[in-house]
């Protein structure tokens, strides 16, 4: 059970925009940055946003970050088939001892 | 450039202590604000924090696997060792270590490929 909640699978056609929201609690999101990451079939995961909205350099802009309160969402429009991944927020929790939590994963079908 | 690749066993027996090693390139662990951690991911499960080690010797830990884990580094070796002790099949996975950025503490931006262990007798 993630101490992030994130739905299990999302899809939308080619060219489409599609979100994927990440819910929390005041101990991780609610006071703390969020960041995103994306893994591929059989590869390591790949951070896409860091800080709620900032982009490494190489990441496209479409794919954006949000947060408000203790939820935060990532946003991916102009889907192309290459988008077909899982996608993991993750961020600090500053709960009982200061930790780094992930959400359990959600599956984009670029349909 | 910045890259990181993991080492170790590929099979552990139940009860017996895992070591793997993080060698990295491109940095160095010795600079202000960066980290490298340890990520493991069951096979078709989520991914799962276990470690993180800063520049000054800050240690965190899963507070969930804290009691089993080591996390250290050698900086002059460019590298960063986690031991895990009473290995059991559930902690079969692919274990991952990963640059954390100066830029952003909870981050990590650059990830090695990953290494599976199996545990099994």
């Known amino acids: 059970q993630s101490v992030l909640t994130q739905p299990p699978s999302v899809s939308a056609a080619p060219g489409q925009k599609v979100t994927i929201s990440c819910s929390g609690s005041?101990?991780?999101?609610?006071?703390?940055?969020v960041s995103w990451y994306q893994q591929l079939p059989g590869t390591a995961p790949k951070l896409l946003i860091y800080?709620?909205?900032k982009r490494p350099s190489g990441i496209p802009d479409r794919f954006s970050g949000s947060k408000s309160g203790t939820s935060a969402t990532l946003g991916i429009t102009g889907l192309q088939t290459g988008d077909e991944a899982d996608y993991y927020c993750g961020t600090w929790d500053s709960s009982l001892s200061a930790d780094v939590v992930f959400g359990g994963g959600t599956k984009l079908t670029v349909l | 450039q910045i890259t990181l690749k993991e080492s170790g066993p590929t099979l552990v027996k139940p009860t017996q202590t895992l070591t793997l090693t993080c060698t990295f390139s491109?940095?160095?662990?010795?600079?202000?604000?960066?980290?490298v951690g340890w990520i493991r991911q069951p096979p078709g499960k989520a991914l799962e924090w276990l470690a993180l080690i800063y520049w000054d010797d800050d240690k965190r830990y899963s507070p969930s696997l804290k009691s089993r884990l080591t996390i250290t580094k050698d900086t002059s070796k460019n590298q960063v060792v986690l031991t895990m002790t009473n290995m059991d099949p559930v902690d079969t996975a692919t274990y991952y270590c990963?640059?954390?950025?100066?830029?952003?503490?909870?981050?990590?931006?650059?990830w090695g490929q990953g290494t599976m262990v199996t545990v099994s007798s």
């Open positions: 005041s101990s991780n999101i609610g006071n703390n940055y």
């Open positions: 800080d709620n909205n």
């Open positions: 990963a640059h954390s950025p100066a830029y952003s503490f909870d981050a990590f931006d650059i």
């Open positions: 491109g940095f160095s662990l010795s600079t202000s604000g960066v980290g």
